[in-house]
Nanobody, 119 residues
């Protein structure tokens, strides 16, 4: 089971990035996918979630209108399009896969990709 994030970079404020998370080893299409981020000295926070079919997305308030989460179940990949980057978006971004079936839960994490925004 693997979740491999990519796409992080050093960018100037106002720029854009597209993060990707490639999944393998589990039934990707049956998992809700979420992007989290963790800035230095801060707790990990939920950024955006997409449901199994991609039909429903939710975002934390601070990224609404700037971030877009999407998934391609044929490619076992989830994306995070980040526009209008701000210095406060600087963090390690993590991909998470979650499924609950009855009383059983599966929860997988990637290793993270660094996003650094310069002012």
């Amino acid at each position: 089971i693997q979740l491999v994030e990519s796409g992080g970079d050093l960018v100037q404020a106002g720029g854009s990035l597209r993060l990707s998370c490639a999944a393998s080893g589990f039934s990707f299409s049956s998992y809700a996918m979420t992007w989290y981020r963790q800035a230095p000295g801060k707790e990990r926070e939920l950024v955006a979630t997409v449901t199994t079919g991609g039909g429903t997305t939710t975002y934390t308030d601070s990224v609404k209108g700037r971030f877009t989460i999407s998934r391609d179940n044929a490619k076992n990949t989830v994306y995070l399009q980040i526009n209008s980057l701000k210095p406060e978006d600087t963090a390690v971004y993590y991909c998470n896969a979650y499924r609950k079936l009855g009383r059983y839960e599966n929860n997988y994490w990637g290793q993270g990709t660094q996003v650094t925004v310069s002012s």
